[in-house]
Nanobody, 119 residues
Framework: QVQLVESGGGLVQPGGSLRLSCVVS????????MGWYRQFPEKERELVAS???????YYTDSVKGRFTISRDNDKNTVYLQMGSLKPEDTAVYYC?????????????WGRGTQVTVSP
């Protein structure tokens, strides 16, 4: 059974940084495309960034130049480094994965981690 566990969320001031981590177990991580999504209150979940098996990166426009997705296949972990954070980045962030190359992986999900950007 594939399990994804996120960590690293919290409260940060505008302009600050956070790094989210997602550890994957139960699957061949190197054969998974991975992604980070976020969900605002009363909104649908949206893709923030994704990374393919070959480390090709995709970002939604609102985070380009501020967020970086990366993966460490030795640690079965995908990261989201978030910088220049804005209050509008406040959301629950979810890790997701799929056992194929897709820029929109969503077969498996973590439970989410809250990120709050506030003075």
């Amino acid at each position: 059974q594939v399990q994804l566990v996120e960590s690293g969320g919290g409260l940060v001031q505008p302009g600050g940084s956070l790094r989210l981590s997602c550890v994957v177990s139960g699957g061949a991580f190197e054969n998974y495309a991975m992604g980070w999504y976020r969900q605002f209150p009363e909104k649908e979940r949206e893709l923030v960034a994704s990374i393919s098996m070959s480390a090709y990166e995709y970002y939604t426009d609102s985070v380009k130049g501020r967020f970086t997705i990366s993966r460490d296949n030795d640690k079965n972990t995908v990261y989201l480094q978030m910088g220049s954070l804005k209050p509008e980045d406040t959301a629950v962030y979810y890790c997701a994965g799929a056992p194929r190359n897709t820029y929109h992986p969503r077969d498996y999900w973590g439970r989410g981690t809250q990120v709050t950007v506030s003075p």
